[in-house]
């Protein structure tokens, strides 16, 4: 019982210090945008999934993980193609882009700055599309 418990216990402080350094180190993204002028939102990842709306509460579902996703910045970012492998535009109520977010490899890229991303990044944003593809 003694050993099932200091194993617990350190895996515990081991969680623990993990999830202390990577809120340390990953900031979330702040869009420029505000949440009620958005009235249409692009995703596209390439062979994966693509979604276009105009639903209020598909586009604050997406504005919502777009907040929540966490990244890094490093000054060694390297992008390997031109063309992104996945975008998100957000247009306003001409169909103008108000704002965007290009994502190469796991490099996303917003108002000309780099951040790197954790690989699980596009899998729950290809979920996302799927549920809302879904939806409509």
């Not at 180190?25 to 869009?31: D, E, G, Q």
């Not at 890094?72 to 306003?92: C, F, G, H, Q, V």
Request: net charge positive.
């Amino acid at each position: 019982m003694n050993k099932l418990l200091i194993a617990f216990c350190i895996v515990l402080i081991v969680s623990l210090i993990i999830w202390f350094a990577y809120t340390i180190f990953t900031v979330k993204m702040l869009l420029d945008t505000n949440d009620e002028s958005v009235v249409a939102v692009k995703v596209f990842i390439i062979d994966r999934a693509d979604v276009y709306t105009k639903d209020k509460g598909s586009i604050l579902k997406i504005i919502k993980y777009l907040k929540n996703i966490r990244y890094y910045k490093s000054e060694n970012l390297e992008i390997y193609s031109r063309t992104p492998d996945a975008y998100i535009y957000l247009y306003d109520k001409d169909e103008k882009v108000i704002d965007r977010i290009k994502f190469h490899g796991y490099v996303a890229v917003y108002k000309k700055n780099k951040y790197g991303m954790i690989p699980f990044t596009y899998s729950g944003l290809e979920k996302l599309c799927n549920r809302l593809n879904e939806k409509q």
